[in-house]
């Protein structure tokens, strides 16, 4: 039996210790786990074979291969769990927004499940700035504002920013930029002056929306820098590429001399405290052919210069060693083959000050080897 909000309640409409709350997680295995532990600690008798009798299930170890990563959840079986969880009204949606969220094989998927998640005022009132912190990776914009923030003339005015920025925002998206850059703390009021100027905050977040975020922003960064080939003049902008056949310790290499050149460029801009343009940044660097002996691999780079500089990130499925693996080992599970296309895509954020320090909006997630 379930409240009339969603928290779940035993037959006959006794209390019991609070519910574990759905609205605190991003990772619906992560809630599973949780409620079964806190299940398990109010009704020792409670199990795995019990809750899948709640829950209309046939296997009995059904919910443990869910929590493992062994088994996904689909359509049918999401409303029986739904059922056993005791979960109605807005935390039973959300729960299947959080298993879309979780299990979705494309980014506009994940996006679109998370737009979801992030409305939910309860959520929001649970996670804090998740939701603001997707939306401000999300839009390339919102660091080009903050950035725009350290020239003399800065005005806090939507139409000014608006039409400084390249392409232009309209003074809304502008507005928008400024009210969420506030709240962050990524913008702030000098004392004594009320002047708005950047801000140095510690932001963490959960890592899916970290690397959703940081996926979207690459992507977006991308286009400007596509858009720049048309819509700015040579002599303000430097487009290269090179496409080399190398050995993967050479890759490696050029891969570390692009870590360094990222820094000493950081540096040089930060040294640079009164600065009148907003300037973007991106590097990649990633195989154009397959890699001989890796099943799972990927090279990217992309360093942001101002507000956000994001790392490379390399992850290799690893090789076997001994005996040959078998069919279901190097197929793997449908968690890990979940993970893998994740570790795909996933790149370290790292915020950054001036002068010169590290502002960390994640710790141990930037500039991963």
């Known amino acids: 039996?379930?409240?009339?909000?969603?928290?779940?309640?035993?037959?006959?409409?006794?209390?019991?210790?609070?519910?574990?709350?759905?609205?605190?997680?991003?990772?619906?295995?992560?809630?599973?786990?949780?409620?079964?532990?806190?299940?398990?600690?109010?009704?020792?008798?409670?199990?795995?074979?019990?809750?899948?009798?709640?829950?209309?299930?046939?296997?009995?170890?059904?919910?443990?291969?869910?929590?493992?990563?062994?088994?996904?959840?689909?359509?049918?079986?999401?409303?029986?769990?739904?059922?056993?969880?005791?979960?109605?009204?807005?935390?039973?949606?959300?729960?299947?927004?959080?298993?879309?969220?979780?299990?979705?094989?494309?980014?506009?998927?994940?996006?679109?499940?998370?737009?979801?998640?992030?409305?939910?005022?309860?959520?929001?009132?649970?996670?804090?700035?998740?939701?603001?912190?997707?939306?401000?990776?999300?839009?390339?914009?919102?660091?080009?504002?903050?950035?725009?923030?350290?020239?003399?003339?800065?005005?806090?005015?939507?139409?000014?920013?608006?039409?400084?920025?390249?392409?232009?925002i309209t003074p809304t998206e502008a507005g928008g930029a400024l009210d969420l850059l506030l709240s962050l703390g990524l913008l702030v009021r000098e004392a004594g002056t009320g002047r708005v100027v950047r801000g140095e905050p510690t932001l963490t977040?959960?890592?899916?929306?970290?690397?959703?975020?940081?996926?979207?922003?690459?992507?977006?960064?991308?286009?400007?820098?596509?858009?720049?080939?048309?819509?700015?003049?040579?002599?303000?902008?430097?487009?290269?590429?090179?496409?080399v056949c190398v050995t993967p310790e050479t890759a490696a290499i050029v891969k570390d001399r692009i870590h360094k050149f990222r820094e000493e460029l950081t540096q040089i801009c930060d040294a640079d405290t009164v600065g009148t343009v907003v300037y973007q940044l991106n590097i990649q660097w990633f195989p154009l052919s397959a890699i001989p002996g890796r099943r799972i691999e990927h090279e990217h780079a992309v360093v942001t210069l101002g507000d956000v500089a994001v790392g490379g990130v390399r992850h290799g499925a690893g090789q076997h060693r001994g005996r040959q693996p078998s069919a279901h080992e190097r197929r793997g599970s449908p968690e890990q083959r979940r993970r893998g296309r994740e570790a795909a895509g996933r790149h370290g954020v790292e915020l950054r000050r001036h002068p010169p320090a590290t502002v960390p909006l994640a710790e141990g997630l930037a500039d991963h080897r």
């Not at 922003?217 to 700015?232: G, P, Y």
């Open 205 to 243: 977040t959960d890592h899916q929306v970290r690397s959703l975020g940081a996926r979207n922003f690459h992507r977006q960064m991308l286009e400007r820098a596509s858009d720049s080939i048309e819509t700015v003049k040579a002599i303000h902008r430097d487009l290269a590429a090179l496409t």
């Open 1 to 168: 039996m379930a409240s009339k909000d969603g928290e779940a309640k035993p037959e006959g409409g006794k209390e019991r210790p609070a519910a574990v709350n759905v609205f605190e997680f991003l990772d619906y295995r992560a809630y599973l786990r949780a409620h079964y532990a806190a299940e398990k600690e109010r009704k020792p008798a409670f199990s795995h074979r019990f809750f899948s009798r709640q829950a209309g299930l046939k296997s009995p170890n059904f919910l443990k291969l869910v929590m493992d990563g062994e088994r996904n959840l689909g359509p049918e079986t999401v409303p029986k769990f739904v059922k056993a969880l005791g979960l109605t009204g807005e935390a039973s949606s959300f729960f299947g927004d959080l298993v879309t969220f979780n299990q979705a094989d494309t980014v506009a998927e994940k996006n679109r499940a998370f737009e979801r998640i992030s409305a939910s005022r309860r959520f929001r009132m649970a996670k804090r700035i998740d939701g603001d912190l997707f939306k401000y990776l999300s839009h390339w914009y919102y660091p080009a504002v903050r950035e725009l923030a350290a020239r003399p003339d800065f005005k806090e005015n939507p139409k000014w920013i608006a039409a400084h920025l390249r392409p232009k």
